[in-house]
């Protein structure tokens, strides 16, 4: 029996970096990737799944090198014009990625769930490890804040994560069904490893853990959990995470990122810069962290593997 | 009493281009153009006006200049990507033009009529005329053909007009509630004349009077009703009249259109090759009806006003 599938769990781009990595290092065939939904909001009418998009691109290398989301080949005329309609026009996009938001959504109203058209999507654009999100139910995450409970995108993209956080809630994570085809290779005798990419812990990887049956598959499972943490240095590489972190009365370290995981993960992949952190219950394993090249996604990709 | 105001009934190119003559000619404010709605469907979940549309972009003077609907400055970059997606790609949405149909959708999904939504749009984009569609009720022309009954756009966009037509129906009209600013305008004792623009009788026009109120209201009005031949020597400038024509066993003639109009039009407008033809019982103007230039719009303006 070969154990030589991987389950990798992962938000935007910090993620898809990771799941990028291991598909190159691995037969891609053996990647199985687990998008979080908790940032998927309706915008215009339109579904926006911004992680899984974010994946999509990256896996296809039609992402934007700087941006973190969206495509690297992108014109903006559908936004100005919006604009001159007086359309709402704080969320970007991109007229070559309008088409990914209005053919899944239309593709969801005639009755195609959400996996079914990302794999669709992703034969298209010629991905080749699967990306399945983590359910076809609705999760989504909202904040609360000091200005009342915001919806992600909200405080994500319209208020730029400035509100200071004090909580968060998964809507819909309790009664969503986990993706089975996720829950078949947390079962699957040739799992190797499970891996939590470098993803924001709070608004990426707990809106899928918020999926009772889920988390109890990971916890469950009998290969190593092996999480990354996106954290170096007290800062995250994107994203708010060390800001949260801060509202939240924690220390923006990777000690605390292990913590936050606990029980649930065997092993904690940290940056040299963090080595001084307090030692935890959990096995620590030292490398460099920071993704900026293809061969940096492939080099953590190995860490990983070689620290199941 | 200043009888001052024109309610003109416009499909889209053709129609279009004499309602921007009108309103160079007259004050804005006093042209009314009624625009034809069965062309309306719903595409990858997008409500999408044509004949409005069209209405908008030549009035703002964004329209296109060749092609007969779009903008002019528009890109394809949506088109291409939704192409590599997969996705329906037999009706062609601009980059700039998916603009209005996004924010229409959204608006209209919010309980906007569609009246209300054209209005801003107008007024956003600098459009000085009231441009007001038939009803904010649908009505939606299908086309009895050898090949069964097909949608509008079917017909018109996807099978590029080919098949045999027989008849027509306008689904929605008879129930549809007419405009009620249009019908105020027909009952105002300012009304100078009601113009049927140089559409096509049977796709932009009868959908139209088939609302019967609005048909009444244009058969009861005092005002001289003008209608403008679409035809010039046995040929549509755009379009299928003249093939419609042929296939439902009528000459394709200046004749044919007044005869179709019949009673509810006092003049008609034709084209000095069209001069020949048989007299009816209706007062013929003949003038130069083909529109190349912004000159020729105002000029065939002027002629369907000295008709008055």
Sequence with gaps: ???????????????????????????????????????????????????????????????????????????????????????ADWFALGDRDLAIHIERTHRLRQGHSLSQITADFARRLGVAPRILPVSDDPVRTRLQTAEGWLPFQEYFVHQRCAPV???????????ARAQPAVMAALRDPRLRAVVICPSNPYLSIDPMLAIPEFREAIA????????????????????????????????????????????????????????????????????????????DREALARVVLRAV
């Design 165 to 175: 956080v004090q909580g968060f809630a998964y809507d819909g994570a309790a009664q």
């Design 220 to 295: 469950q499972c009998k290969a190593p959990v092996i999480a990354v943490s996106p954290i170096i240095g007290g800062r995250a590489v994107k994203g708010p995470t060390a800001k949260l972190m801060d509202e939240l009365g924690l220390d923006p370290s990777s000690q605390a990122i292990g913590q936050h995981y606990g029980d649930l993960i065997d092993v904690l992949v940290i940056d040299p810069v963090d080595e001084t952190g307090t030692a935890l219950g959990i096995q620590m394993v030292v490398a460099p962290t920071l993704m900026k090249t293809l061969a």
């Design 1 to 87: 029996m070969n154990r030589d599938l991987i389950v990798a769990l992962s938000g935007g781009i910090g993620g898809a970096k990771l799941a990028l990595g291991l598909s190159r290092v691995l037969p891609p065939e053996n990647v199985l990737i687990v998008a979080n939904v908790g940032d998927d909001f309706e915008h215009l009418g339109l579904h926006v799944s911004p992680d899984i998009d974010t994946l999509l691109y990256t896996l296809a290398g039609l992402d934007h090198p700087v941006q973190g989301w969206g495509r690297a080949d992108e014109t903006w005329h559908f936004m100005e014009t919006l604009r001159a309609l007086g359309g």
